[in-house]
């Protein structure tokens, strides 16, 4: 534990979520958390929208935490959905603005699939139920919610089980946009794409590879080299890919919600000194202005 505590920790957070999207904490939490725990500069990476920002931002200010505008973007690179990171980009910029009402009409897409399988498996309509309860888009742990509401099933995991989990009839792929779309839309907007978590889509090293030269190859900038969760040796290993291909590095702790120590804010460990940190590439900040 003492070991633990006298490592030097990363004061800045680029990777987190809050209540407007699945994390728990609404973006004002989010942020005085945040600056309780040590980070000087954080960006809020809500999943495809951009509705916390205005909050955190202000928030932001009257704790003297530096704020940057973020989001994390879902899209496909061969037939995997693969998680990209904008960061500093125009929230004002129209494309952007567009681009996250294409990704909202992806989910209401598929939350219409998911009802339409589960009827054909012999359930009654719930998408009005699941609408109501996600007040927004509804995802599979809304159609479960639901179900358990109208007592089809006896418990969230039962659902999951029987119509919601992997490879059942509710286990509805999302039709997201290509790679290259999504880093073109970060990148239009004035912003840095990057590569989120690369060791959570379960890539063997060559496909990891592929992915890191494909996302190159579409404009991506940087990769999150430092993640929670993840072990010494992957950090090691990502760092080495970020300089093979050029990549800034980035660090984020993809927090979603308190009581869980391995996943904090400000608790992740600094980049190595030989990356080119993520910050290099911001517009809207200075180094001096993050504290760095
Ligand atoms: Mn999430
Ligand atoms: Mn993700
Ligand atoms: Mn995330």
Known sequence: MQIKDSQPVSRVDFHCHSTASDGLLTPSELVARAEGEGVTA????????MAGLAEAREAAS?????????????????????????LDFDASHPGMIEAINSQEQVRHERARTIDEKLSR??????????????????????????????????????????YLGDGRKGDVKACWPAL???????????????LAHPRKYRLTNVKLRSLIEDFRTAGGKGMEVVSAGQS???????????????????????????GQPWCELGRLPPLSGDLTPVWQRFRTVTRQQLGL
């Open 121 to 162: 498996a012999g359930l009654p309509p719930l998408l009005d139920d699941a609408r109501a309860l996600a007040k927004g888009v509804p995802g599979r742990p809304h159609f479960a919610r639901a179900m358990l509401d109208r007592g089809l099933v006896s418990g969230i995991d039962m659902a999951f089980r029987r």
């Open 180 to 194: 290259e779309t999504v880093t073109g839309w970060i990148t239009a907007a004035g912003g840095v794409a990057v």
């Open 42 to 49: 954080l960006a809020l990476t809500d999943h495809d929208t």
């Open 232 to 258: 010494p040796a992957d950090t090691r290993y990502l760092g080495e890919l970020a300089l093979r291909f050029d990549c800034c590095a980035s660090i984020g702790s993809d927090f979603h919600l308190p």
């Open 62 to 86: 009257g704790h003297g935490l530096v704020f940057i505008n973020g989001i994390e973007l879902s899209c496909l690179w061969r037939n995997r959905t693969i998680h990209v990171v904008g």
